[in-house]
């Protein structure tokens, strides 16, 4: 059928191409189906969507994604991609080859499956899982599919947590010790989801974030590290397109997890990892069993891609940090680097530092670096390079102007700081979108607190935003006070 | 957030709206996220997609499902329906509750889940199978949504086909004997999906298909059955919207194709129903004994919704009758009632037939009622009812006029007529939109033929279509023909 394409934008997510009714049935298509794009001697797929109005009989609708064809073309229908009898074959719980997963991972890159298909791959890891076999495939598939930078040195490290853990900001301390020690750390980082803020966000409130592979190699070249937006640069592409389905279901099967994070860090050239796996209630990560069982998945995978790969189980089941929310964490962030700031910050930071550090066979201590004030320096530098102010001071980053101090209720011991509350809090207060919007927390689980003791602080930058954060607070206690003779009884 | 809300038309599958991608970060909502909207003291809630163009910062853009939704709305982010917390239980393989179940099929019916979580269920379902309470509180929950039909009368029969055989219109046939009979049979089918024709495509050959409640209650009133459309009344809603995630990826699990069938069949108001289970190699049941499991599990929960349910297990290989396409299998239809037609269909049609007027414990068979003409009769009388010309002669029935026959390459037995690429090969010719294109087979598996030997009509409204189709044939061979002594003999 000869039809004329035209662009039209009705969201981002996947290459869908609108159809009149009349031609769809004309063609035998139903909406989600695939048709066959012939255009400037070149074949397209797109996803089919049906309309009666927005796209007369005798056009094509073209999306963005698809935003390259125009004019005159040719369309069919087309067969349903093999990678569908696969992923069909994974919900029977048969184990999938090698060739097999490439095919997945191969048509999800070229968008070829749609979200109904993307979903039910996704279901069918999670209920199945993945054996070691099948996570190093796809974790190959999916370096295969995107960039990769080459570094042309013997030792490249980087660094990963698992999520999950509210403020957490560990990663550009990480940063900046071991790259004021002389190691390389490209280090590439998401924004928030569903977190209250991402690395990516945070960083921003120091520097720029988004760089291209060239422009993070002159950075680094320069500085020996960074803290870039991963989503900028096109390495594994194929764990942003499964991260979509994800998301919507809560959905996070260790082998994907793995796949996931590995294949970022193969395709950024590291040679060595260390891995941070926060385990405990409200964590990804609900049991230490089950945090080793994921910390021997990820040096066996990590082995096979010829890294090497140092896990670090921590305790997750509280905030890390005081701040939460971009500017909240970059304030820290900025106090743990210049020798003060959350002590758990900081120690976490320097251990993990350190299994780097170790990695390289360096004698000097992550201990040292921060108390020498060469971390500080090492982490100004990087921002210069990235357009930012080197001699930007923890008082610059001032939290949004509207806030509001919750008090203790009643006096006894912090029991729970709900990783998940405290991260919606801030997010009802505007983080991550507004980055001076967020929460800092006044205690950690364990500390005595009497009736009208402040337990956290929200910031917001709109007025009505603070108001809806503190109804959430009112109704969901992220922050929970008993008296200490119950403080050790969870439920009865 | 106030947004202006206009309507805007990009497809015809969900709840969606549109937001420009500077009030979603505002909202912190993300694509696939749910917005409740308060709108004229009502709250409907909104599937999120997210725009940098089509509609401005300040509007929300309103697909067609919620058309009635215009001007000044109040909107926010809305939390996640509990459903989606019982579909990933069901992902754990943890046996859903009623309530869980009900709440699941209220969210489906209500649109609040979105593909991704649509499709996980059904890949739950699929994966970890149903147990017969659950198939039963789905059924349930199915019918307790949809509208449904009084009859006022103790025998109300029905019938179903499980799917999965090209032609097979045995439908209209057993409808005419049984109304001829003086049972009630308001008989709603479907219209093709994937296969070349539905019950309601052949139907619409000679009539008027799209009925409301009101309306098929008079013309059964008037002749005692019906054929016409299910998707123009609203019985067992949320079983259409289900199989929108099933098609993509041709998922028919056999608890939800049980709590499909019976919570149509209840909405309808039977109570004593036939289901035809065919089974074979390439039938949609692969074996004898899971057809007998399947059979057992309808009766089963058949009982405990009031119904009585017989199940005949047929033949389900090769295609019954021999016209595929709505047109062609009109003409089948009409013979048989006359007296003449395709053996298989008759005697198909006539025994299931037999089972709904022994249930009702009459005295006539099937076969004398077709004999003496009733039958057609009252297939005429039902053709007028609904608006068709009763006066209708199979020579009326014309078949595309573009139309090549397929011959025999070689001499010997046939051994397979494919149901999948006889179904696609009248697909490609144009059916079931055309609806005179079509396939029509001149033999059945086991007729011996000599080189040269006609073995299918392929019928054409459009000659492009015919080449289309053709080409099919020549590559996939639908009808195979080996040399006698091969023809035992499946794969070397």
């Not at 990820?298 to 939460?324: A, K, W, Y």
């Not at 758990?344 to 020498?372: F, W």
């Not at 689980?445 to 109804?471: F, H, I, M, N, R």
């Amino acid at each position: 059928m000869e039809l004329t394409a035209d662009e039209i934008d009705i969201g981002t997510r996947s290459p869908t191409v609108l159809l009149n009714s009349i031609d769809a049935s004309e063609l035998g298509v139903h909406p989600l189906d695939r048709i066959r794009i012939r255009h400037d001697g070149r074949v397209t797929t797109g996803i089919v969507e049906v309309t009666d109005e927005l796209v007369d009989p005798g056009s094509l609708g073209v999306t963005r994604p698809l935003g390259h064809i125009t004019g005159a073309v040719e369309v069919s229908i087309a067969p349903r991609p093999d990678s569908v009898a696969y992923l069909m074959k994974k919900l029977d719980d048969v184990e999938l080859e090698m060739g097999e997963l490439d095919a997945v991972v191969r048509d999800i890159n070229n968008d070829r499956l749609n979200d109904v298909e993307l979903s039910a791959f996704v279901s069918a890891v999670y209920t199945h899982g993945l054996s070691r076999e099948e996570t190093m495939c796809l974790t190959n598939a999916m370096v295969d599919v995107g960039e990769t930078i080459e570094w042309n040195r013997d030792l490249v490290v980087d660094k990963h947590s698992i999520g999950g853990v509210a403020g957490n900001r560990v990663t550009p301390i990480v940063v900046a010790i071991v790259a004021a020690a002389g190691l390389t750390i490209p280090k590439t980082s998401s924004r928030a989801v569903t977190s209250a803020a991402g690395t990516a966000d945070t960083m921003e409130v120091f520097c720029d974030v988004d760089f291209s592979v060239t422009e993070i190699k002159s950075i680094v070249g320069e500085t020996n590290g960074c803290v870039v937006w991963g989503g900028a640069v096109n390495l594994s592409p194929v764990d942003d397109k499964i991260i979509r389905a994800e998301t919507p279901l809560s959905l996070d099967p260790p082998g994907q997890v793995i796949a996931s994070v590995l294949s970022k860090k193969k395709s950024a050239g590291a040679t060595n990892v260390v891995i941070d796996i926060p385990y405990g209630e409200g964590a990804k990560v609900e049991s230490l069993s089950e945090a080793r069982e994921m910390a021997e998945d990820f040096s066996h995978v990590g082995t096979n891609l010829g890294m090497e790969i140092d896990c670090t189980i921590t305790r997750g089941e509280q905030p890390i940090g005081r701040g939460i929310g971009p500017t909240l964490e970059a304030r820290d962030v900025l106090s743990v680097l210049e020798g003060s700031g959350p002590p758990d910050l900081r120690v976490k930071s320097e251990r993990l530092a350190q299994v780097l550090l170790d990695a390289a066979s360096l004698d000097e201590t992550a201990v040292d670096i921060v108390e020498s004030g060469r971390a500080a320096a090492k982490f100004r530098e990087i921002v210069a390079a990235q357009n930012g102010d080197p001699d930007v001071a923890v008082e610059d980053l001032e939290p949004g102007a509207h806030d509001s101090t919750v008090l203790a209720g009643r006096s006894g011991v912090i029991t729970h700081v709900d990783n998940r509350h405290v991260n919606e809090l801030a997010r009802r207060a505007g983080a991550p979108k507004d980055h001076r919007a967020g929460v800092r927390l006044e205690h950690r689980v364990g500390d005595e607190v009497q009736e009208g003791d402040p337990l956290l602080t929200v910031y917001a930058e709109k007025e009505e935003k603070l108001d809806q954060a503190l109804s959430f607070a009112t109704q969901r206690k992220p922050v929970r006070v008993l008296p200490p003779d119950e403080a050790l009884i969870e439920q009865m």
